[in-house]
């Protein structure tokens, strides 16, 4: 997907774009990790042991009983043929040969029933990434240039993410209800389930693709330590999706289950966050108590936003509010990790508030690793801030905001770069009443995403180049995830303005097999190209990829001279276009209500 290591570029890209610099053998050694990285490789190596023994006792107590009741000690040859039960479920995955070895290795799977079989392919699955990050902490004492240890260290964050998202997966899941043989949900919802591990699924795909382009030794050991691990959580997918198909052709089957009620048409504040919350998004800047405040002239808590994350609690069920006084900060890692949860930052509004940045994959690193703030941390919220990466077009992939957050809201808030501006990179994620700027792929990533009220700003590329607005990377059919754009602006910045007849803009083209975008009720400038859409290469995905639009208005919103891709519909249904909104495609009306922004829950009010 990418030339050499340096980012999402169909054939047609690479006439426009200049070689990167070439990684030599002579590439000087990247020194040991620092004792901090030490330490931290160690408890991930103490950690990910814990949960190989921790989800191998959870195998055998769910299984045990049943083991110990069959008298049957079958021989190895009879033992290695699958039961029906085995075969039933793995026929619903698209790995079903992986799905029956895999299970047939895993104590007590000859005695499970289907039921159990769910329980055991989420432990295997867990088990396997758990053991993969414990084998790739391993090697971080191995020499590795700027850029082979830009992808590494992404590996290990990932990989680390994913144990946790898919720790909370099997712990979710319980036993089916009295009249539905489908794994129900305990004290989260199966809506939580498929999200993350759809997060799972996309956290693999990004550490392999950072490894896209390179060569030696570290990329031969994480390969191996890699194997097999995406088609095992497709097949956790696949399996714990399985109750029905009615899917619009993409659309996802467990969105069907939630309903609306007559007060999430209304457009008052959604239900996904608290009373303080909402009033949180709704108070002027001066009237908020924050926990925190940063200001570079020393009148605050801390001077930089930094060190204002490290003073914040982890795992914080409480809402921490981090007040950024007006100023350019620029600092070299601005992350809210995964530990860092429900962190509120508030700005004194676009353009006064800015958080900056310049790094790009020019400087030999992963596009994941290039951006000027990222957010992994559940419950995350932004108010009132301008990111922008000034790393400029010439440079190619250069990020201003990753956000891999779950129930993440950035609202009121400026993105702005060239290529690859905004990184919607996992889980679920809304946008209101927000600026984004960019040129080639400029909303990218494969959470599920809601922008509303927004206003998206092609820019001028440079010469040859064409704007596209989206590349969505959703790889398999069972993922929750997707762009949905709603009751938005499509605009060009006044650069390309004056010369939007030179450089056409699209509204996405497909990053991975079953991409998926959705514009709806939303104003399209003539800058839009009368196609719409743009191929990634030659055919590829045209068929399985679903972009849909629906009534869209304006002079580029016009759909008589569209693509006719197979993927491509306009859609006319209300119901299915409902599936997109707020309330459906990212449950927003049972936890939106809580962060205080306004939103809008079904199409219209």
Avoid at 18 to 42: C, D, E, N, V
Avoid at 470 to 493: E, F, V, W, Y
Avoid at 574 to 602: C, R
Wanted: glycine residues 8%; charged residues 20%.
């Amino acid at each position: 997907m990418k030339p050499l290591v340096y980012g999402r570029l169909g054939p047609s890209d690479h006439a426009q774009i200049s070689s990167p610099p070439h990684l030599s053998a002579q590439s000087p050694p990247h020194p040991p990790p620092p004792p901090s990285r030490r330490r931290k490789i160690l408890f991930l190596s103490v950690f990910s042991i814990t949960l190989i023994i921790a989800s191998a006792v959870s195998a055998t107590l769910l299984i045990g009983l049943r083991t110990r009741a069959s008298s049957d000690h079958s021989s190895p040859a009879v033992a290695r043929k699958p039961t029906q039960a085995i075969q039933k479920t793995c026929g619903k995955t698209r790995y079903p040969s992986l799905c029956v070895n895999s299970l047939l290795d895993f104590p007590g799977s000859l005695t499970a029933n289907e039921q159990d079989l769910v329980h055991i392919s989420f432990n295997m699955t867990l088990q396997h990434f758990t053991k993969a990050l414990y084998f790739s902490s391993t090697i971080s004492y191995l020499d590795m240039d700027t850029r082979v240890r830009s992808a590494y260290d992404d590996c290990l964050e990932l990989l680390d993410d994913s144990v946790d998202a898919l720790t909370r997966a099997l712990s979710t899941i319980g036993g089916p209800s009295a009249n539905n043989a489908r794994p129900q949900a305990i004290g989260g919802s199966n809506e939580d389930v498929v999200t993350w591990l759809s997060a799972s699924l996309t956290n693999h795909d990004t550490c392999t693709e950072g490894f896209e382009g390179l060569s030696g030794s570290v990329k031969d050991q994480m390969a191996n330590k890699l194997r097999d691990l995406s088609e095992l959580v497709s097949n956790c997918l696949a399996i714990f999706s399985a109750s029905d198909n009615d899917d619009f052709a993409g659309v996802p089957i467990q969105n069907k289950r939630r309903l609306l009620t007559e007060n999430a048409e209304t457009g008052e504040f959604p239900r996904w966050l608290g009373r303080k919350e909402r009033r949180l998004l709704s108070l002027p800047v001066s009237a908020i108590q924050a926990d925190i405040i940063v200001s570079q002239d020393g009148n605050g808590t801390c001077k930089t936003i930094a060190e204002a994350i490290k003073k914040a609690p982890e795992k914080s069920l409480r809402r921490t509010i981090i007040y950024v006084r007006a100023g350019r900060y620029e600092e070299s890692i601005l992350k809210v990790g995964r530990k860092k949860q429900n962190l509120m930052f508030i700005g004194d509004g676009k353009g006064k508030t800015i958080i900056s940045g310049g790094k790009s994959v020019a400087d030999n690193i992963t596009t994941f690793h290039t951006a000027s703030f990222a957010a992994t941390g559940a419950g995350f919220i932004a108010r009132g801030i301008t990111f922008t990466n000034w790393a400029g077009p010439a440079k190619h992939q250069a990020v201003a905001l990753r956000i891999g957050a779950d129930h993440a809201v950035v609202y009121n808030c400026s993105i702005i770069g060239y290529q690859d501006t905004l990184y919607v990179h996992s889980n679920r994620q809304f946008f209101r009443e927000c600026d984004i700027y960019g040129t080639v792929d400029f909303i990218f990533g494969n959470a599920a995403v809601v922008f509303q009220n927004c206003s998206i700003y092609a820019r001028k590329p440079m010469p040859l180049q064409k704007n596209t607005i989206t590349a969505q990377n959703r790889k398999d059919p069972n993922q929750n995830t997707g762009i949905s754009i709603h009751a938005c602006r499509i605009l060009a910045q006044s650069d390309l303005e004056a010369a939007k007849g030179s450089f056409p803009t699209y509204l996405g083209r497909p990053w991975k097999l079953y991409s998926r975008v959705v514009y709806m009720l939303t104003y399209m400038g003539d800058h839009v190209h009368p196609r719409g859409w743009l191929e990634w290469n030659a055919t590829f995905a045209l068929d399985s990829l679903y972009y849909g639009e629906y009534m869209n208005y304006g002079p580029g919103g016009a759909v008589g001279q569209r693509v006719t891709w197979p993927g491509y519909r306009v859609i006319t249904s209300i119901v299915e276009a409902k599936k997109f909104t707020v309330a459906e495609f990212i449950y927003g009306s049972s936890w939106l209500p809580s962060t205080g922004v306004a939103f809008l829950a079904g199409l219209s009010v």
